[in-house]
């Protein structure tokens, strides 16, 4: 079993930064590891989309529009993901999703709950 558990949502004004967070757990990693962990959003209205997304090697990926102001970090030792948003705009204003690619045999998928961010002008 896994468990992802986000946090550091919460109202932030426009201009300013947020740093959300995300542990995994489970009993499972005493024989499995996990390739990639990221973040998603999802506005109200729009899809779910990849904001950033990060390897246990240490390779990033990021969304074009977050490009220079997010920041994707990982402490694997702790199986926790961390994005750094900075100078948010009312846009940017979503539910954030945490999400882990396991080491499995079928490359399982597991998803937090989900953290909202509201931006505030």
């Known amino acids: 079993q896994v468990q992802l558990v986000e946090s550091g949502g919460g109202l932030v004004q426009a201009g300013g930064s947020l740093r959300l967070s995300c542990a995994a757990s489970?009993?499972?990693?005493?024989?499995?590891?996990?390739?990639?962990m990221g973040w998603y959003r999802q506005a109200p209205g729009k899809q779910r989309e990849l904001v950033a997304s990060?390897?246990?090697?240490?390779?990033?990926n990021y969304a074009d529009s977050v490009k220079g102001r997010f920041t994707i970090s990982r402490d694997n030792a702790k199986n926790s993901v961390f994005l750094h948003m900075n100078f948010l705009i009312p846009d940017a204003a979503a539910v954030f999703y945490c999400?882990?690619?396991?080491?499995?045999?079928?490359?399982?998928?597991?998803w937090g709950p989900g953290t909202q961010v509201p931006v505030s002008s």
């Open positions: 990060i390897t246990s090697g240490g390779r990033t």
């Open positions: 999400n882990a690619l396991l080491s499995t045999r079928r490359r399982a998928a597991c």
């Open positions: 489970g009993s499972i990693f005493r024989i499995i590891s996990i390739n990639a």
